[in-house]
């Protein structure tokens, strides 16, 4: 088992940055993928960022340009900076985590999530 732990959320201003941070433990040697999700009121839950054992990472196009994500891997720790804030950014931001991007994108691990919001 992962367990995973958001901190770094908030309210901001719109064109604002914040920075959300996670920390895994338990089972970490498992882990290959590492990202972030959100879920806004009346939505769906959507990928953000993707980040790699190795490094890669993805983008959702709505995020790209505005948002970064990092991880180390000696600390088992992953961030998300987010630059230029948008009210339509507001949402809760949870930490993901899986052994493959399949398990990442089917049945991650999760954390508890941490509301942000960005207002106009």
């Known amino acids: 088992q992962v367990q995973l732990v958001e901190s770094g959320g908030g309210l901001v201003q719109a064109g604002g940055s914040l920075r959300l941070s996670c920390a895994a433990s338990?089972?970490?040697?498992?882990?290959?993928?590492m990202g972030w999700y959100r879920q806004a009121p009346g939505k769906q839950r959507e990928l953000v960022a993707i980040i790699r054992s190795g490094g890669s990472t993805s983008y959702a196009d709505s995020v790209k340009g505005r948002f970064t994500i990092s991880r180390d891997n000696a600390k088992n720790t992953l961030d998300l900076q987010m630059n230029s804030l948008k009210p339509e950014d507001t949402a809760v931001y949870y930490c993901a985590a899986g052994g493959s991007m399949l398990a990442i994108t089917t049945r991650p691990y999760w954390g508890q999530g941490t509301q942000v919001t960005v207002s106009s």
């Open positions: 338990g089972s970490v040697f498992s882990i290959n993928a």
